[in-house]
Protein backbone atom coordinates (compact mmCIF):
# COMPACT_ATOMS: atom_id res chain seq x y z
CA UNK A 1 0.00 0.00 0.00
CA UNK A 2 1.26 3.68 -0.77
CA UNK A 3 1.35 6.62 1.02
CA UNK A 4 -1.62 8.12 -1.25
CA UNK A 5 -3.30 5.33 -0.61
CA UNK A 6 -3.92 5.33 2.81
CA UNK A 7 -7.37 6.77 3.41
CA UNK A 8 -7.47 7.00 6.91
CA UNK A 9 -10.88 8.05 7.14
CA UNK A 10 -12.28 4.94 5.23
CA UNK A 11 -10.40 2.44 8.04
CA UNK A 12 -11.77 4.94 10.81
CA UNK A 13 -14.99 3.85 9.34
CA UNK A 14 -14.07 -0.05 9.37
CA UNK A 15 -13.25 -0.06 12.81
CA UNK A 16 -16.34 1.88 13.94
CA UNK A 17 -18.49 -0.79 11.64
CA UNK A 18 -16.70 -3.81 13.09
CA UNK A 19 -17.58 -2.07 16.91
CA UNK A 20 -21.22 -1.27 16.20
CA UNK A 21 -21.21 -5.04 15.21
CA UNK A 22 -19.70 -6.59 17.80
CA UNK A 23 -21.93 -4.69 19.95
CA UNK A 24 -24.99 -5.84 18.03
CA UNK A 25 -23.43 -9.36 18.39
CA UNK A 26 -23.43 -9.23 22.37
CA UNK A 27 -26.66 -7.52 22.75
CA UNK A 28 -28.80 -9.80 20.61
CA UNK A 29 -27.19 -13.23 21.91
CA UNK A 30 -28.83 -15.01 24.72
CA UNK A 31 -26.72 -17.08 27.13
CA UNK A 32 -28.02 -20.26 25.34
CA UNK A 33 -26.43 -18.56 21.88
CA UNK A 34 -23.08 -17.33 23.01
CA UNK A 35 -22.63 -21.64 24.11
CA UNK A 36 -23.41 -22.84 20.63
CA UNK A 37 -21.15 -23.77 18.42
CA UNK A 38 -19.77 -21.67 15.36
CA UNK A 39 -19.60 -22.98 11.47
CA UNK A 40 -16.23 -24.41 10.98
CA UNK A 41 -14.46 -23.72 13.98
CA UNK A 42 -14.27 -25.70 17.22
CA UNK A 43 -15.05 -22.65 19.50
CA UNK A 44 -18.34 -21.79 20.56
CA UNK A 45 -19.69 -18.00 19.75
CA UNK A 46 -18.60 -16.79 22.85
CA UNK A 47 -15.10 -17.94 22.36
CA UNK A 48 -15.05 -16.80 18.21
CA UNK A 49 -16.28 -13.02 19.81
CA UNK A 50 -13.10 -13.13 22.11
CA UNK A 51 -10.82 -14.24 19.04
CA UNK A 52 -12.46 -11.28 17.14
CA UNK A 53 -11.68 -8.61 20.13
CA UNK A 54 -8.33 -10.13 19.92
CA UNK A 55 -7.08 -9.95 16.41
CA UNK A 56 -7.61 -6.10 17.25
CA UNK A 57 -5.56 -6.10 20.53
CA UNK A 58 -3.05 -7.67 18.50
CA UNK A 59 -2.85 -4.82 16.76
CA UNK A 60 -0.27 -2.70 19.27
CA UNK A 61 2.44 -5.01 19.51
CA UNK A 62 2.66 -5.85 16.00
CA UNK A 63 2.70 -2.44 15.51
CA UNK A 64 6.11 -2.43 17.70
CA UNK A 65 7.49 -5.34 15.59
CA UNK A 66 6.72 -3.33 12.50
CA UNK A 67 8.07 0.10 13.73
CA UNK A 68 11.32 -1.79 14.57
CA UNK A 69 11.64 -4.64 11.39
CA UNK A 70 10.80 -2.05 9.26
CA UNK A 71 14.09 -0.17 10.39
CA UNK A 72 16.02 -3.28 9.99
CA UNK A 73 17.67 -4.38 7.11
CA UNK A 74 15.13 -6.56 5.35
CA UNK A 75 17.19 -9.65 5.64
CA UNK A 76 16.11 -9.42 9.54
CA UNK A 77 12.83 -9.31 8.78
CA UNK A 78 12.71 -11.79 6.21
CA UNK A 79 14.50 -14.24 9.25
CA UNK A 80 12.16 -13.59 11.38
CA UNK A 81 9.04 -14.21 9.15
CA UNK A 82 10.80 -17.96 8.48
CA UNK A 83 11.41 -18.72 11.90
CA UNK A 84 7.77 -17.17 12.73
CA UNK A 85 6.71 -19.93 9.79
CA UNK A 86 8.29 -22.54 11.26
CA UNK A 87 6.44 -22.01 14.39
CA UNK A 88 3.03 -22.31 13.16
CA UNK A 89 2.05 -25.42 15.20
CA UNK A 90 2.85 -23.83 18.46
CA UNK A 91 1.16 -20.50 17.25
CA UNK A 92 -1.74 -22.85 16.33
CA UNK A 93 -2.46 -24.13 19.62
CA UNK A 94 -1.93 -21.01 21.54
CA UNK A 95 -4.69 -19.30 19.57
CA UNK A 96 -6.90 -21.91 19.81
CA UNK A 97 -6.70 -22.17 23.52
CA UNK A 98 -6.13 -18.15 24.30
CA UNK A 99 -10.05 -17.98 23.36
CA UNK A 100 -11.31 -20.67 26.00
CA UNK A 101 -9.98 -19.04 28.42
CA UNK A 102 -10.40 -15.50 27.38
CA UNK A 103 -14.01 -15.47 26.58
CA UNK A 104 -14.29 -17.60 30.51
CA UNK A 105 -12.90 -14.62 31.98
CA UNK A 106 -13.92 -11.35 30.08
CA UNK A 107 -17.46 -12.57 29.68
CA UNK A 108 -19.96 -10.67 27.57
CA UNK A 109 -20.06 -7.23 28.90
CA UNK A 110 -15.87 -6.81 29.73
CA UNK A 111 -15.87 -8.21 25.47
CA UNK A 112 -17.86 -5.08 24.94
CA UNK A 113 -16.18 -2.88 26.74
CA UNK A 114 -12.60 -3.78 25.78
CA UNK A 115 -13.65 -4.29 22.19
CA UNK A 116 -14.79 0.22 22.63
CA UNK A 117 -10.74 0.60 24.89
CA UNK A 118 -8.79 -0.95 22.21
CA UNK A 119 -10.94 0.74 18.82
CA UNK A 120 -10.28 3.99 20.81
CA UNK A 121 -6.89 3.37 21.23
CA UNK A 122 -6.40 2.38 17.72
CA UNK A 123 -8.45 5.52 16.10
CA UNK A 124 -5.42 7.44 18.15
CA UNK A 125 -3.06 6.07 17.04
CA UNK A 126 -3.88 5.80 13.40
CA UNK A 127 -4.94 9.84 13.63
CA UNK A 128 -1.21 10.40 15.30
CA UNK A 129 0.59 8.43 12.65
CA UNK A 130 3.24 10.39 10.34
CA UNK A 131 2.38 9.33 6.84
CA UNK A 132 5.94 8.05 6.08
CA UNK A 133 5.42 5.38 8.84
CA UNK A 134 2.31 4.65 7.56
CA UNK A 135 4.41 2.95 4.36
CA UNK A 136 7.34 1.26 6.73
CA UNK A 137 6.92 -2.25 5.86
CA UNK A 138 8.13 -5.76 7.36
CA UNK A 139 7.60 -9.40 6.20
CA UNK A 140 5.16 -11.64 7.89
CA UNK A 141 4.23 -15.59 8.62
CA UNK A 142 2.01 -15.70 6.32
CA UNK A 143 1.15 -19.49 7.56
CA UNK A 144 -0.15 -17.61 10.90
CA UNK A 145 -3.14 -16.02 9.64
CA UNK A 146 -4.77 -15.84 5.67
CA UNK A 147 -5.03 -12.22 6.00
CA UNK A 148 -1.07 -11.74 6.79
CA UNK A 149 0.34 -10.97 3.46
CA UNK A 150 4.37 -11.60 2.69
CA UNK A 151 5.26 -7.83 3.46
CA UNK A 152 2.89 -5.73 4.99
CA UNK A 153 3.02 -2.32 6.43
CA UNK A 154 1.45 -0.33 9.07
CA UNK A 155 -1.34 1.11 6.90
CA UNK A 156 -2.38 -2.84 6.19
CA UNK A 157 -1.68 -3.64 9.75
CA UNK A 158 -4.90 -1.01 10.56
CA UNK A 159 -6.91 -2.74 8.16
CA UNK A 160 -6.11 -6.32 9.38
CA UNK A 161 -8.36 -6.64 11.88
CA UNK A 162 -11.34 -5.67 10.24
CA UNK A 163 -10.62 -7.96 7.40
CA UNK A 164 -10.39 -11.00 9.93
CA UNK A 165 -13.49 -9.87 12.14
CA UNK A 166 -15.51 -9.56 9.00
CA UNK A 167 -13.96 -13.62 8.09
CA UNK A 168 -15.05 -14.48 11.30
CA UNK A 169 -18.59 -12.78 11.62
CA UNK A 170 -19.58 -15.45 8.68
CA UNK A 171 -18.63 -18.31 11.03
CA UNK A 172 -20.83 -17.00 13.96
CA UNK A 173 -23.99 -19.02 14.28
CA UNK A 174 -25.73 -15.88 15.99
CA UNK A 175 -28.82 -14.85 14.30
CA UNK A 176 -27.22 -11.29 14.50
CA UNK A 177 -24.44 -12.66 13.09
CA UNK A 178 -25.47 -13.66 9.47
Known amino acids: MSESAVDRKAVHEEMERARAA ?10 ADLRRPTDGTRWTN ?5 HMLFGYILIRPLLVLLRI ?9 RVFARLLNAATRPFDV ?34 AEREADLALS ?17 ADLYRYPTEHFD ?12
Open 46 to 50: EQLLF
Open 138 to 154: MRYPTRWDPFFRDVMTI
Open 167 to 178: FHRRQLTLAAGR
Open 94 to 127: VNYLGPLGGAKVLGRRRMGRAFDRVIADLHRRLD
Open 69 to 77: FGRLPRGAG
Open 22 to 31: FHQLLDHAAA
